[in-house]
């Protein structure tokens, strides 16, 4: 199987890769990514003179450069996007570049292809915005609360339509909060851990009371191979650990590992439009493609908070002053 993934530098991506070199069956894996916000190259350094991967850096806004390599694919799946919400309220206009023009430029791509190349797009549960009670499923309307959210729930509507318009082979997959290795910085685990090494505070929206369903990024990506593997054209997948937390609670988990004290933590002005609840009901994946989480959510997150202890190297160049800058959350909206 030929694969052509794109955005494959950042977080998932590059553990989605990692995890694909090691399969039988995957002759080539070719990483389109532009090494935007959230890439870093050394994630997959170990890997670049492995004979099947071959890492171009590029643009998916380029349709000229997915098409010459869309020939020698059988499927693509699209990991690229702008994610980090703060920056999307800040400035949107990265966003509808990459997530829906993007996307656009994918699915032209795709169009003009020789050969039926089945196209996995990686989306978010943000795209359904939040709900008190109860759990999306993938036919639940799309209301999405932030411009990171409306530019990936934009890119689901026009993968829609262009399966139904032109007969593309397309699957959507939407997954809750990921945490694990390779992680930028600026989101919320990684940025515990860093903080809290150094001492400093840890900002916190509100009253951190804010929930997320937490799924431990190497159970997202073996989710995704089952999508590659036994997913149907048209259908979108929900994929969902059921370990939902506040975000109080993920981050005094992360201090008790590191035997911080929960003084740390600094209370700080709520982000504009916060969503309070995200949650999916991940039944059709778990009952139609067999798969579930394999990892506690404990274990994932002390094996977690061992990985960055442990890979400063990695992180380092990537730490920033919206990182450990005394008051980072902050951006200018
Ligand atoms: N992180 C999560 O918790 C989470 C949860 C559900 C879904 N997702 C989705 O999964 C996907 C991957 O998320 P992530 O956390 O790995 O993001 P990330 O920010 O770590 O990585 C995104 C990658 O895409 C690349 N990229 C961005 N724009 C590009 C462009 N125009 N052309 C080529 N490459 C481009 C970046 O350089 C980066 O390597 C995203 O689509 C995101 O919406 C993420």
Known sequence: MRLLVTGGLGFIGSNFIAGALRREDVDKVVNID??????????????ERHPTYNFVRGDINDTRLLCRYLDETDVMLNFAAETHVDRSISDPRDFVRSNVLGVYSILESLRKAK????????GTDEEYGDIVHGSFKEEDRLIPSSPYAASKAAASMLIRAYHRTYGLK????????NFGPHQSPEKLVPKTIIRAGFGLKIPLYGKGRNIRDWVYVKDHCEAI?????????????????GVELENFEVVSAILELLGKPLSLIEHVEDRPGHDLRYSLDSSKIRNQLSWKPKHSFRRALAKTVEWYLKNENWWKPLTDERVLHPTPWKLSW
Do not use: E
């Not at 039926?116 to 990686?122: A, G, R």
């Not at 397309?170 to 909060?177: E, K, S, V, Y």
């Open 115 to 122: 050969d039926d190349v089945k196209l996995i797009h990686v």
């Open 34 to 47: 532009n090494l935007s916000f959230g890439a870093n190259r050394m994630s997959l350094k170990q890997y």
């Open 225 to 241: 191979d089952a999508v590659l593997r036994k997913g149907k054209s048209g259908q979108v997948y929900n994929i969902s650990s």
């Open 170 to 177: 397309a699957i959507i997959t939407r997954c809750t909060n």
